[in-house]
């Protein structure tokens, strides 16, 4: 599987918008960029996912850049409870392939 | 009903123990896998059941023996497990395994081998 670069930690105020990035330089043209998130003693949660076209949901934005070598996750309007661990991971194939994770970007918002 | 439920909560045993870990969901979902997750650390894929039967098991020791008796119903039977096999172990489905459907996890069972 094609791997991704996530920094170790952000941190952020509450409110304002949260831009995280992903590298995946070794992506190929039929990896899918999905992105879930890990808050504290839960599971983990699918955010939103892409293949080259910008995405929204209610959730968050995806924005991939034109090479498809990195992305950026971004949410709007930051709460409390977006604090959490954020996974962007590649997939590829048509199976149940299960998820890969990296070691994921730690989301810290101060109020 | 978008929910995956796991039980038990928490889970101590003995390394001499047999138990099972049990993993639910309603959403006539055709996919399920278990992953497990040690503290500080992402989940790790185990196995993946593809329409109730094994479509991959990523070389996990014998000690742990994945059963689904039918498509809403998951289990982990546990024997003669180590310490090192304390972890968190996730139960997850999807809706269809051939396309790119997100991925409903539940909140995982935390196991302590003494």
């Known amino acids: 599987d094609a791997k991704t670069t996530q920094p170790n930690s952000m941190e952020s105020n509450e409110e304002e918008p949260v831009h995280l990035p992903c590298n995946h330089s070794t992506i190929s043209g039929t990896d899918y960029i999905h992105w879930y998130r890990q808050l504290p003693s839960q599971g983990p949660e699918y955010v939103i996912h892409g293949l080259t076209s910008n995405v929204n949901n209610r959730m968050a934005s995806l924005a991939i850049a034109e090479d498809r070598k990195s992305s950026t996750l971004i949410l709007h309007r930051a709460t409390l409870r977006d604090a959490a661990v954020y996974y962007c991971?590649?997939?590829?194939?048509?199976?149940?392939?299960?998820?890969?994770f990296g070691k994921g970007t730690h989301l810290i918002i101060q109020p | 009903d978008t929910e995956v439920t796991q039980t038990p909560k928490h889970l101590v045993m003995g390394m001499t123990n047999k138990k099972s870990l049990k993993c639910e969901q309603h959403m006539g979902h055709r996919a399920m896998y278990w992953y497990k997750q040690k503290a500080k650390k992402p989940p790790e894929l185990m196995f993946v059941?593809?329409?109730?039967?094994?479509?991959i098991n990523e070389s996990v020791p014998s000690r742990f023996s994945p059963e689904c008796p039918n498509s809403s119903l998951l289990n982990l039977h546990l024997h003669a497990l180590q310490p090192e096999d304390s972890a968190l172990y996730l139960c997850?489905?999807?809706?269809?395994?051939?396309?790119?459907?997100?991925?409903?996890f539940g909140p995982g069972t935390r196991l302590t081998v003494l």
């Open positions: 991971i590649l997939r590829s194939g048509g199976g149940a392939d299960g998820l890969t």
């Open positions: 059941y593809s329409y109730e039967k094994l479509s």
């Open positions: 997850a489905s999807s809706q269809d395994p051939h396309t790119y459907n997100e991925q409903f």
